[in-house]
């Protein structure tokens, strides 16, 4: 039996595709965080009972990981597809900020990192285990984009694991702000004070 007595085979056969249930849970999130999202208001977006949804997800914690993995798996495609392009090293990196760096306030791939990161103190190992695995991706596309320009003599020979992990600080740091709407520095400012962080770094040794 489902949560709430619906029958395993009744809610299989009722539920609507995944990818619109965390669609829906995404854009609730986005625009009222976590507390505004409701099982049962997201059943009625999605035509689904509140039953049903947790028979799925078990929780709202767990709808809110599920709906950042499912985030993060198509930036994790656009990623990878912009890192394999034609192009230098250096012009790659710039996209691979681009793209890290959230459009503006209430950025919806960044409120899903937000309310992660908010619940990460009582989360248990597996739930730890799987926002490191997302954490982890991202850092092994920089180090692995930092070694090429390296081998190419774009870059200076630094320690690449060490640089990604400093750039990937800076880009969370200056994320967050630009992400929960403090009038610090804007997007375009962002984006320069990195790249300048990342040419200083990177600057090949005359």
């Known amino acids: 039996m489902a949560a709430g007595g619906v029958p395993v085979r009744a809610a299989r056969k009722n539920a609507p595709p995944r990818e619109d249930v965390l669609v829906a849970a995404m854009a609730t999130i986005a625009e009222r965080g976590l507390?505004?999202?409701?099982?049962?208001?997201?059943?009625?977006?999605?035509?689904?009972?509140s039953g049903h949804l947790l028979y799925y997800f078990g929780s709202k914690d767990e709808l809110l990981l599920q709906t950042l993995e499912w985030s993060e798996a198509a930036l994790g495609t656009e990623r990878?597809?912009?890192?394999?392009?034609?192009?230098?090293?250096?012009?790659?990196?710039?996209?691979?900020?681009?793209?890290?760096?959230?459009?503006?306030?209430?950025?919806?791939?960044?409120?899903?990192?937000?309310?992660?990161?908010?619940?990460?103190?009582?989360?248990?190992p597996q739930e730890r285990e799987r926002q490191a695995a997302i954490e982890g991706a991202w850092h092994r596309d920089l180090v692995a984009l930092l070694a090429e320009g390296i081998s190419r003599g774009e870059f200076r020979p630094v320690d690449p694991d060490r640089l990604a992990a400093r750039a990937r600080a800076l880009l969370d740091g200056f994320s967050i702000q630009l992400a929960v709407g403090l009038p610090l520095l804007s997007r375009e400012a962002i984006l320069e004070h990195v790249r300048e962080f990342l040419a200083d770094a990177l600057a090949p040794q005359e």
């Open 35 to 49: 507390e505004g999202l409701t099982m049962a208001g997201l059943g009625r977006q999605v035509g689904m009972s």
């Open 80 to 124: 990878r597809a912009l890192l394999s392009r034609p192009g230098t090293a250096h012009e790659r990196v710039r996209a691979y900020v681009d793209l890290y760096v959230p459009d503006g306030p209430r950025d919806p791939h960044w409120t899903l990192w937000l309310e992660v990161w908010n619940r990460s103190q009582n989360a248990g």
